[in-house]
């Protein structure tokens, strides 16, 4: 794709592969921060990888690449036997803020994050799984709005992709939500449905401080719902915990539900994990009617789900009578089967559509007195953008904007055209492309936020 006219000699770029946002910009410098960046706070980034290989990179070029440049990311690879050791070892030698833990034994996600926890340095300690993405400006913007609000746990909206059917979908979606939501462990425990996916505010990735987190950690019988576990222990030794609907995490679907992941195993470890969370509310936080009322509904959400991959493992063994002794006993579970077969046959159709729908070529991300004016090939979506006004906190655009821009990746890979600090803002909500050519003026270039990947055209100031 040719760049638009009127730019002139290229800024240092990265090459990529195609659809990978993976490039190491170099970071690896020795030499002395600004007296504002020493002044900042070390944010440790941890990350835990299993066999990861395939998206790892993104994801670690995605933290390194912050606008935020004081943190450091620590990788506890869980006994990974892919390539992962080897990518991480070739990126941490261009960049000395990237700390890799190899551990000899597999202990799951709980373990390893634990093992990253303990090695931590920062004041403030940031979630980020490997295999998914981030805005170049979360951590600058979750600590700008950590200060303003008072919060000493903050997190942001999820929007994920990849998945076709299950792409744009948001944590917060049907919420409404234009400020910033206080987290009560009631609410955490009401948003948690157990089976239903995307939801439980346990998906959220926070940044926790320091202080707060003290000697906490995950709960490493778990391999499923250790996130929640963890907030919900933090709630109830009265974290302030603050969500914010910006949609600056990129989560990615694999087309699998959370059910799927369920055992006989996995389930009895969240009910007895949930056993001990009762016991803590009891204790801690008495004449909490709304909290006890979450709790109960939940505890008889996971007995049902319990109940349920019984007979599903009945069924998959071909245990008939088992199986039919079951149903005619709880017959509730009738309909949690069907609800099931529905919903697989839905995804699959919903993925057959998806896969027949035409996709753009190219993307104009531009602000709404540039968007027709940029050169781009014939046929281009242009989109107007806005750029984020962090003192009015409305998010509501840029939700529905990354919404649309993950919908349209988890489809096909474009070309994208970014004009200006709008544009450039717009890019980082895409989380997979086929190229993206970023418009800057020389002025605004220099502390750009450029997403891996991207190359910048430098305008000419024509003035």
């Known amino acids: 794709m040719t760049l638009p006219s009127g730019t002139v000699t290229r800024a240092e770029t990265c090459s990529t592969d195609t659809g990978k946002r993976a490039c190491v910009p170099d970071n690896s410098s020795d030499a002395a921060p600004s007296q504002h960046m020493a002044q900042a706070p070390l944010v440790s980034v941890i990350m835990s990888n ?16 912050q606008s935020y440049q004081n943190l450091e990311l620590i990788v506890a690879d869980d006994a990974s036997d892919d390539d992962s050791l080897t990518i991480l070892e070739r990126l941490k030698s261009g960049d000395k803020r990237l700390r890799v833990i190899a551990r000899d034994n597999n202990v799951g996600p709980a373990g390893a994050r634990n093992t990253a926890l303990d090695a931590a340095r920062g004041t403030w300690v940031a979630v980020v799984d490997a295999d998914d993405l981030l805005h170049p400006r979360r951590i600058e913007r979750l600590l700008a709005a950590a200060r303003a609000l008072g919060a000493n746990v903050i997190a942001d909206d999820l929007v994920s992709f990849g ?20 987290l009560t462990p009631a609410e955490l425990v009401r948003s948690d449905g157990v ?36 907030y919900a222990r933090l709630l109830l030794a009265d974290a302030r915990f603050l969500v914010i609907p910006a949609p600056l995490y990129l989560y990615r679907q694999h087309g699998k539900s959370i059910s799927n992941r369920l055992s006989m195993p996995v389930l009895l470890g969240l009910l007895k994990a949930h056993q001990r969370l009762a016991a803590d ?11 006890q009322q979450a709790l109960r509904a939940r505890g008889a959400a996971l007995d049902r789900a319990l109940r349920y991959q019984r007979l599903v493992d009945a069924i998959k063994t071909r245990k008939v009578f088992d199986a039919a002794g079951r149903v005619l006993r709880d017959p509730v579970l009738i309909g949690d089967l069907v609800t099931s077969l529905l919903d697989r ?5 919903s993925e057959n559509n998806m ?24 046929g281009a979506l242009r989109i107007p953008v806005t750029a984020q006004d962090s003192s009015k906190r409305d998010w509501s655009a840029h939700r529905a904007l990354a919404s649309r821009l993950a919908r349209l990746a988890s489809v096909g890979q474009s070309d994208i055209i970014a004009d200006g600090a709008a544009g450039l803002d717009a890019l980082g909500y895409v989380p997979l492309w086929k190229s993206a050519h970023v418009r800057l003026k020389r002025e605004n270039a220099r502390h ?9 055209a430098l305008l000419v100031d024509r003035n």
């Open 195 to 230: 089976t239903s996916g995307l939801g439980s505010f346990g998906y959220l990735k926070p940044m926790i401080h320091r202080q707060t987190l003290g000697s906490l950690r995950y709960d490493e019988t778990l391999r499923v719902g250790e996130d929640f576990d963890l």
């Open 281 to 291: 509310a009891a204790r801690l936080h008495t004449n909490t009617p709304d909290l």
């Open 50 to 65: 299993f066999n990861g290989s395939r998206h790892l990179e993104a994801a670690v070029t995605s933290v390194l690449s």
């Open 345 to 349: 046959k839905r995804r699959r159709r």
């Open 163 to 182: 998945s076709a059917p299950l792409a744009g979908r948001t944590l917060l979606d049907g919420r409404h939500l234009t400020g910033s939501l206080q």
């Open 355 to 378: 896969d027949r729908r035409v996709f753009p070529h190219t993307i104009v991300l531009a602000e709404t007195d540039m968007v027709e004016q940029i050169p781009a090939s014939p």
């Open 448 to 456: 750009a936020a450029v997403p891996p990947g991207a190359e910048v």
